[in-house]
């Protein structure tokens, strides 16, 4: 009974892991079966976010010198890495948030695991792309450009896409609504601003106020 439940778990990951790639070339209707008919799984919507995450990673060390030259001794991987998952986890944060405003109907979850699945075109296109770069020369490398340009567009129109399934806007409500969301984005890059501003200070005037009274004892 136990060997057949897990059996039925992983088909179901295996079948929403596929369902991906229906998302991204019907997005219309393969986002809106993603939430409202349960095709995704946060098991799958992870899987891609830690691909997307391997193949960024991936393309340091396998691309070639003639596309991307990498300082390791300057390079911070966590930071690498952020650039991904900050705007990723602002995003879904902030679109989330203005729902009540907007009339969404769409939830956190929803929307986190919608924006994973709108990942899927990086790693589907960058990782071949990433071996196709070493045996590419010089004067073909507007194909290389385009076609990582191509991935990082199609990425952000399944965003677009998928917001308007997810919280059931028109087209017009729904650009709006990205616009709002980029606004919030940028009004929770300035509150953490100010958050990690004000530990600093906190932290500079308890050491100053530290390194005060050792020097009156």
């Known amino acids: 009974m136990e060997t057949s439940i ?16 229906y998302c991204i070339s019907h997005p219309l209707d393969g986002f809106w079966d993603l939430t409202h008919e349960k095709r995704g799984t946060y098991a799958a919507a992870n899987t891609i976010l830690a691909l997307t995450l391997l193949v960024r990673v991936m393309k340091l060390r396998y691309t070639s010198f003639i596309f991307l030259n990498v300082y390791w ?9 952020a650039s991904i998952l900050l705007p990723l986890m602002m995003f879904v944060l902030g679109n989330w948030a203005l729902t009540t405003l907007f009339d969404g109907k769409g939830r956190l979850g929803q929307v986190y695991m919608a924006s994973c699945y709108c990942l899927t075109p990086y790693p589907l296109l960058q990782f071949p792309l990433m071996i196709f770069s070493n045996f590419v020369t010089v004067d073909e490398a507007e194909f290389y450009m385009v076609i990582s340009g191509l991935s990082v567009v199609w990425c952000g129109l399944l965003f677009i896409a998928a917001m308007g399934q997810i919280h059931e806007y ?10 709002a969301t980029l606004f919030a984005m ?27 009274l050792l020097f009156r004892l």
């Open 170 to 179: 028109s087209a017009g409500k729904n650009i709006l609504f990205m616009v």
């Open 186 to 212: 940028l009004v929770i890059i300035f509150i953490l601003m100010l958050f990690f501003s004000m530990i600093l200070q906190g932290v500079a005037y308890f050491m100053s106020l530290g390194r005060e």
């Open 73 to 81: 001794e300057e390079l911070n991987l966590f930071l690498y890495l």
């Open 6 to 21: 897990r059996k039925s778990k992983f088909q179901k990951y295996i079948g929403s892991l596929k369902f991906a790639l």
